[in-house]
C-alpha cells in the first residue's frame, strides 16, 4: 500500500511539473486583481477604440475589471515608460501603436527606457492606415492641389503631429521628401486636439488614423486626399494610396499591439496572447474594427517581434533620408 501510494504521488508530481503553460495562467494567481492597460495617447484616438474594445473582452473573459488609463506626451514615452518600469506581473499592459514600438525606437537615440530590451511584445491586434486630410479652410481638394498650394508657399503649410518623431510626424515628412515641399510640423497631445486645430484653420492638413478622423470625413468637416497604406483602406475605398499617386516611398502602414513589461511570466504572456487572438476573432470585433477604419491583421508574438525589427530598419533609412531628429 505505502508504495502504490508513493508511486501515485510522484506521478502526481510529475504531471503536474509537466502541466502546460495554459494550464498554470488557468490557477487562481492569475488575475487575481484588476489589470491596467496603458494608452501612451489622450483619449478620443483610435488607440482608444482599440484599447476600450479589447480591455471589454479581456475583462469578462478573465473575470477580472481592465481599466484603461490614458499616459499622453513625449511622442508616447511617458506611458511607454511608465509601463516599462512596471511590475512585471502581468497587471500593467500597453496598448499602443507604430509610434511606440517602431517609430520612436527608429528615430531617438536616447530613451528613458529600453525598447528592446524593457518590453514583452506580446500581439499585434490590428492595422490602422493613415490617412491625409484637409480642413475647411484648406481649398485643395486633391493631393496634386495640395502640393501645388504647399510648393507655391514653401515652409507657410502646416500639419499635426503627435509630437517629433510620433508616427504622423514620421509620415508626414517621408510624404513632404517624396513631394519635394517644404511644410510646418506642429505637435498636439492626440487625435482630438489635433482634429479641433483642423476644423478650426490652425494647421492645413492632418495624417491620422481613419477611427479618429472618420466621422469628420463622413460628416464632410474634413476632405480624405490619401491613405499612406499600401492597399486603399475598405471603409475609404474611393480614396487612392500614395502609391497611386507616384508617391509610393512615403508609404507608412500603421498598426495597434499591445505589450506588457519584460520579465512578465511566459505563462500571463502566452495567455494574453491566446485570449487577445480569441477576442480579435470574434465576429462583433472585427466588425467594431472595420467600423472603426481599421483592418484585420493579427499577429502572434514572434511574428509581431518580427515585424517591429524589421519597420525600426525601414524607419531608421526614412529618418535619415528625411532627415528627422528626434532630440
Not at 141 to 158: D, H, N, Q, Y
Not at 168 to 187: D, Q, R, T
Not at 266 to 291: C, F, H, S
Request: cysteine-free; charged content about 15%.
Amino acid at each position: 500500500m505505502t508504495t502504490r501510494r508513493h508511486f501515485l504521488n510522484v506521478s502526481l508530481l510529475g504531471a503536474a511539473a509537466l502541466a502546460s503553460p495554459w494550464a498554470q495562467a488557468q490557477t487562481p494567481s492569475y488575475p487575481h486583481k484588476p489589470i491596467r492597460i496603458v494608452v501612451p495617447f489622450g483619449p478620443g484616438g483610435a488607440t482608444d477604440v482599440v484599447a476600450r474594445s479589447v480591455a471589454d473582452k479581456l475583462s469578462s473573459r478573465l473575470g477580472q475589471p481592465v481599466i484603461v488609463e490614458n499616459k499622453p506626451g513625449a511622442s508616447t514615452m511617458i506611458g511607454a515608460d511608465a509601463v516599462a518600469k512596471a511590475a512585471a506581473d502581468g497587471y500593467t499592459l500597453m496598448v499602443s501603436g507604430s509610434s511606440t514600438y517602431t517609430v520612436v525606437p527608429a528615430l531617438k537615440e536616447r530613451m528613458p527606457y529600453d525598447p528592446h530590451k524593457d518590453l514583452a511584445l506580446i500581439a499585434l491586434l490590428v492595422k490602422a492606415p493613415l490617412v491625409l486630410v484637409t480642413g475647411p479652410a484648406t481649398q485643395a481638394k486633391t493631393m496634386a492641389e495640395l502640393v501645388a498650394l504647399a510648393r507655391s508657399r514653401p515652409g507657410e503649410l502646416s500639419y499635426a503631429t503627435f509630437g517629433t518623431g510620433s508616427a504622423p510626424h514620421l509620415a508626414g515628412e517621408m510624404f513632404a521628401h517624396e513631394a519635394g515641399i517644404k511644410v510646418l510640423a506642429v505637435p498636439y497631445k492626440g487625435s482630438a486636439p489635433a482634429s479641433m486645430a483642423l476644423l478650426g484653420g490652425e494647421i492645413h492638413y492632418a495624417i491620422d488614423t481613419i477611427p479618429s478622423v472618420g466621422p469628420h470625413i463622413k460628416s464632410g468637416k474634413m476632405r480624405a486626399l490619401a491613405v499612406t497604406s499600401v492597399q486603399r483602406a475598405s471603409t475609404l475605398p474611393d480614396v487612392p494610396t500614395l502609391g497611386e499617386l507616384k508617391l509610393g516611398k512615403a508609404s507608412f502602414d500603421g498598426f495597434y499591439g499591445l505589450a506588457a513589461p519584460a520579465g512578465t511570466p511566459q505563462a500571463v504572456q502566452q495567455l494574453l496572447g491566446r485570449e487577445l487572438a480569441a477576442i480579435m476573432a470574434l465576429p462583433d470585433v472585427k466588425e467594431k474594427m472595420l467600423a472603426a477604419g481599421l483592418e484585420p491583421g493579427f499577429l502572434d508574438a514572434p511574428a509581431f517581434k518580427a515585424k517591429v525589427a524589421d519597420e525600426i530598419a525601414t524607419f531608421k533609412a526614412a529618418g535619415k533620408r528625411a532627415n528627422i531628429v528626434m532630440e
